[in-house]
């Protein structure tokens, strides 16, 4: 596969002060307070004087490495714009810096957790949420066409956009077999829905808003964002209630969308668009988790691997109406390098920070000594079941697991639909075995919590 480099980004000190100007040209204004977001992406909390005013602005930053399925950040500032235009409650945007890039917005109040939230006040935000969502399909798509971004025509192009964008990044990046993947993704070709022919644009990885006093103040992140089928964003705000609630029940809000939208709910769909979004999601990751791209957040982007496909196996086992049967414990024992591995957690524990990002990435790399001290107490075995299992079906022996994970998947190619059932069983049992080992580490914490709430 080809090899292209990710753009290198300067978001250090020679960076902030780069925005810190364009922000106050832009503003008119001076900055009295510049805070980076602590997390993996970066971004600030910017406040601004201007006259007797303060504005509260947010700056989003590109991500880092070779992940972006849009890698150009202005096109999220384009969509915004024209959400904004049609009364969509979503951040004013004031400008974009194109050195570094970043999207010059207003800072939406409040917060994502809705633990604090009363039941009434859950229940209305979730209303709110979904009237937010009707009206955002119902943006004529002509208007997103006008900023770049494609239309599909046709139900197979409707359902598969989120594929025909995701599968050039996936082909370029992808490291090593990934049988699962094309398993899935087999299922998914042979089963597109036939009916779905009117497009609309869709966050795509929906579920995201703020909320302050009871209220929802606004929706945010439409990075992934296209043109396509809208029951693509009732599939994706259902993964994300496994750790980010929406206020109410997922079949509440369903009916809640039919009211505003005046459409019906197509269940079917929704499933069909559960398991392709996650698939899409493991696709876009698959790379860097393979073989690790230096600088990435590698602890994020192995937990979002382990849990999504947690997902696509309990979509599948659904769809396919078969039952999967818990693997059979893996034994614990004292690892080979345990010696070793905690000399490594020690040190990393006597290094000192000097900032919240620092503190953040010190306990990035602790969270993967965690799976390293359970995958050498257990990935032996696991190892040893997986070859086991692979050697069986195939009928070669193997003892090299890269060597297996290919014929695997030149095996799932070659067969299509005519082992569906053996194989499910087969990619399951190796995803259990690996859940064993990383579920119950932090990192395995989001994959713990998969569920799919029913929508009716």
Known sequence: MSEQKPEVLDYGQAGERQLSKFVEELTQGKIIRMERQVRWRPSWYVDVERGDEILRLYLRGQREGDVAIFPDLRREADVISVLGRHGVPVPKIYGYCENPPAIVMDALPGTRDMSQASERERQSIGREYMAAVAAMHRVPVDEFAAVGLDVPEGAENIALAGLRAYWPHYQRTKSKP???????????????????????????DSGQFLI??????????????????????????????????????????????????????????????????????????????????NGDPHSVYLEFDVALRQVILLILSDLMGITIVPEQPLRERPGDNAVLIAKLSDAIAQIGTTSELDASRKDAAAQLIECLVRSDAMGQEALARNLADVSALLGQHFDDWYAAEAALEDYVRLMGDKEDERLLRLL?????????????TRIGASARHVHLPPTR
Request: charge should be negative; hydrophobic fraction near 40%.
């Open 212 to 293: 302050e006093n009871g209220k929802m103040t606004g929706l945010y992140d439409f990075e992934f964002s296209m043109v396509g089928d809208p029951m693509t964003d009732i599939a994706t705000m259902r993964m994300r209630d496994s750790y980010e609630p929406l206020g109410d029940e997922l079949h509440v809000l369903c009916r809640h969308y039919e009211e505003f939208s005046g459409e019906p709910v197509d269940h079917a769909a929704v499933n069909f668009h559960t398991l392709l979004f996650a698939v899409l999601g493991t696709m876009q990751f698959a790379g860097t988790v393979g073989v690790p791209r």
């Open 178 to 204: 990934e049988p699962l993947l094309e398993f899935a993704l087999g299922w998914i070709k042979r089963n597109v829905p036939k009916h779905r022919t009117k497009p609309a644009f869709i966050q795509f």
């Open 428 to 440: 399951a049992a190796i995803e259990g075995r690996r859940m064993q080992i990383l579920g119950p």
